[in-house]
């Protein structure tokens, strides 16, 4: 079947640290999404990308989908303390039925 | 933005019993809403897709009898799990969309304990 696969499954960085979490899917997707959830809490929708190669930031997020529009990643420039969590990326080969990967758990130590 | 509202947030139940979950989009009418249930340390695996005025889709494994789906309206869908067992134990959430350029908004979970 279908599948989103993301890594690492764990990261841990030293605050002021790069951190970069991949997604590849099994299959084109129609668009792919990023959520955030905290510990003991629910995923947050970060972001939408639907162009093949597009590249979207927002302040220390850079977001990419491939250009076979079958992988992207999320990359946090400098972290903090704030940005912990789990990340998840979602794809969505058509008619909105979201593929989750397994998410990437990031620790900052400060 | 979209708002979607989930209760209880945490329920403890016997076995045996059944528990109703319900979940209502607040400010947009969701014609279909999805249901995951999430292990600790997990992804979010899909359980079910409820459509508005029509019969659940059930993924495969999911048993459509013990996870009883029910849309009735375009703001409010409900998973009631029945006969419950400490193996359902676990992080329930669901979620909707108000568009195909927006991302999904999740319920805040329900964390089923049967005990």
């Known amino acids: 079947g279908q599948q989103v696969m993301q890594i690492p499954q764990y990261q841990h960085v030293q605050e002021g640290e790069d951190f970069t979490t991949y997604c590849n899917s099994s299959?084109?997707?129609?668009?792919i999404q990023w959520y955030k959830q905290r510990p003991g809490g629910h995923p947050v929708f970060l972001i939408q990308l639907v162009k093949s190669g597009e590249v979207k930031k927002q302040k220390r997020l850079t977001f990419q989908f491939g250009e076979a529009k079958k992988n992207s990643s999320l990359h946090i420039t400098a972290t903090q303390t704030t940005d912990v969590g789990t990340y998840f990326c979602?794809?969505?080969?058509?008619?909105?039925?979201?593929?989750f990967g397994q998410g990437t758990e990031l620790s900052v130590k400060p | 933005g979209a708002v979607v509202s989930q209760h209880p947030s945490r329920v403890i139940c016997k076995s045996g019993t059944s528990v109703k979950i319900e979940c209502r989009s607040l400010?947009?009418?969701?014609?279909?809403m999805f249901w995951y249930r999430q292990f600790p340390k997990q992804s979010l695996m899909l359980m079910a897709t409820s459509n508005e005025g029509s019969k659940a889709t059930y993924e495969q494994g999911v048993e459509k009898d013990k996870f009883l789906i029910n849309h009735a309206s375009l703001t409010l869908s409900t998973l009631t799990v029945t006969s419950a067992h400490p193996e359902d134990s676990s992080f329930y959430i669901c979620?909707?969309?108000?568009?195909?350029?927006?991302?999904?908004?999740f319920g805040s979970g329900t964390r089923l304990t049967v005990v």
């Open positions: 979620s909707a969309t108000r568009g195909t350029n927006y991302g999904y908004t």
């Open positions: 400010d947009f009418q969701a014609t279909t």
């Open positions: 979602a794809g969505d080969p058509q008619g909105g039925k979201l593929i």
């Open positions: 299959t084109t997707l129609s668009n």
